[in-house]
């Protein structure tokens, strides 16, 4: 069975960058990584998708390794917004099998 | 935007009832699934449909059915509710291989 592990929690202030790491064997090949946040009593929403090397958007950047054995979602300059949950999924098995990461709870303080 | 659409946001029901958790979606996408999340364990997901009247099990199946008769609505089926099915149920929607997933604001279930 694939395991997905994440740091269960992180702090940070406003204005730093934080960097949260997935780790993941087993990921199936050709297919994607995906990054969502989520707030308390909210769905999580998505926030960034990526295949291998780096992608960036208005709000984050995941770099993978060639060997896409994990992934890593940078946050430029925090705010205490993004005080959150966040969740990487990934699929393993062949393709086949939804595993979401345990999620990892970023603190962000002033 | 995508909006997907759970019908009840809290649920308080008894042992042994038979629940129904509807989620509709307005994107048209094909793939709907059941997740429910608990302190400590994260998002599991029970079950998903990548099709019309198909559904495939997850990780956690075991006391839960689920209904695709329309490609908006999937509906998860507690046939006869258990304390230990107390939990937050999020429904979600995706489109294609890149699977992005827009989620439900959830429903928060407790069984009494």
């Known amino acids: 069975l694939a395991k997905t592990t994440q740091p269960i929690s992180m702090d940070s202030y406003e204005g730093q960058e934080v960097n949260i790491t997935c780790s993941h064997n087993?990921?199936?090949?050709?297919?994607?990584i995906t990054w969502y946040q989520q707030f308390p009593s909210q769905g999580p929403r998505f926030i960034i998708q990526?295949?291998?090397t780096k992608v960036t958007n208005e709000v984050a950047s995941l770099f993978i390794p060639a060997d896409r054995k994990s992934s890593t979602l940078s946050l430029p300059r925090v705010s205490l917004s993004d005080t959150a949950v966040y969740y990487c999924?990934?699929?393993?098995?062949?393709?086949?099998?939804?595993?979401f990461g345990t999620g990892t709870q970023l603190k962000v303080e002033l | 935007d995508v909006k997907v659409t759970q019908s009840s946001r809290y649920l308080v029901k008894r042992t042994g009832e038979k629940v129904f958790l509807e989620c509709v979606q307005d994107?048209?996408?094909?793939?709907m699934f059941w997740y429910r999340q608990d302190p400590g364990l994260g998002l599991r997901l029970i079950y998903f449909?990548?099709?019309?009247?198909?559904?495939e099990k997850g990780d956690i199946p075991e006391g839960y059915s689920v209904s695709r008769e329309k490609k908006e609505r999937f509906s998860l089926i507690l046939e006869s509710a258990s304390t230990n099915q107390t939990s937050m149920y999020l429904c979600?929607?995706?489109?294609?291989?890149?699977?992005?997933?827009?989620f439900g604001a959830g429903t928060r279930l407790s069984v009494l």
């Open positions: 979600a929607s995706s489109l294609g291989a890149k699977n992005i997933q827009y």
């Open positions: 087993n990921i199936a090949t050709n297919d994607y």
């Open positions: 990526g295949y291998k």
């Open positions: 999924l990934i699929l393993t098995g062949g393709g086949n099998k939804l595993t």
């Open positions: 994107m048209d996408h094909e793939n």
């Open positions: 449909s990548y099709d019309v009247k198909m559904k």
